[in-house]
Structures are given as structure tokens and as C-alpha cells.
């Protein structure tokens, strides 16, 4: 445990680079969107500024909507066609997509927001909603010390080389394969 400590503590002292990063929750699994929350938490016990731009999920009430609505510091775009597959319809996803990235573009000039969540981003990427590389240039241009936490199953090769944190949720057993509907506190 000693050396552990001490190689532990050498990493810290090393670790000098104060500026913005860029999380990256991937895989198949549960839990991206609730890692992104609680990270949320995380800063607002920081009195630090949010905005949190949702993708896809904007028709489901969640106990995290009822809870952070109730929060001063966090600001919310939502796309409200809910998932992409219910509204069957690709030119309308397409052009809501596009108004809610554009909303979430003054975001990312804003020097008092620090932190951005981008739940559900992927998706618009992967079916070609939105352009990765409009994307990427505004990532990289942002404001130098926000933070984006990004979610979404099936990243981008260019959205992992971007990111300074990448996490995959592995997906080993869910109980809606049990035909267990979902609980309010667990998924909503």
C-alpha cells in the first residue's frame, strides 16, 4: 500500500493541466445519461453553470427532470419529438435535430456556462441528423475551460479522439429483456 500511495500521489503531483474536458459515455449498457446526471450533481455542489441539451428523450418525464427544473444554475434544451423511431418520420428528426443543435450553439461561447451535457448526441451523429464535423469544430472551439460530457451508444471514432475521458457501459443484463417495464427512481 505504500508504494501504491506513493505512485498514486506522483500521478497527482504530474497532473498540471488546468482546462476543459470533454467526458465521452458509450456502449451498449445503462447508465450513460444517469453517469452525465450525476455529474450534473457533481457541479452543481460546485455552484458551477449548466446547460444540458437532451437528444431524443425529450418526451419522457424522469424523476431527473422534475429534480433539476427545480435547480437555478441549469438551463435545458430539449428536442421534443422523443425518440426517433416513434416519430417515424427522418426529415422532421433531421430538422429538429438541426434547431436544437443550433439552440445549443450559444452554449459553447458562453463563458459562464461550465459545463455541457450532450445526452443522446451520438445518435444524431450515427444517422447523419447532424454533421460530426460541425460538431467536432465546435467542440474544439469552445470556451477553454468548459466542460462537455457527451452521451450515446456507438461513438465515433473521431468523437473518442476528441475526448479527453471515454467510458464504454457494458451491457451484460437488463430487465426490460425480462419484460420488466421501467421504474420510476431506476429508469424514469
Known sequence: MQRKKAHIDARIKKASIDKGIIVLLTGNGKGKSSS???MVCRALGHNMQIAI???LKGTQDTGEDVFLTKQTNIRTI????GFTWDTQDRELDKKMALETWQQAEQYFGDKYIDLVVLDELTYMINYKYLDEKVILNTLNNRQKNQHIIITGRSATKDLIAIADTVSEITD???AFRSDIKAQKGIDL
Open 36 to 38: 452525465a446526471l450525476g
Open 53 to 55: 441539451v437532451k437528444f
Open 78 to 81: 430539449t428536442m421534443n419529438t
Open 172 to 174: 451484460i443484463k437488463h
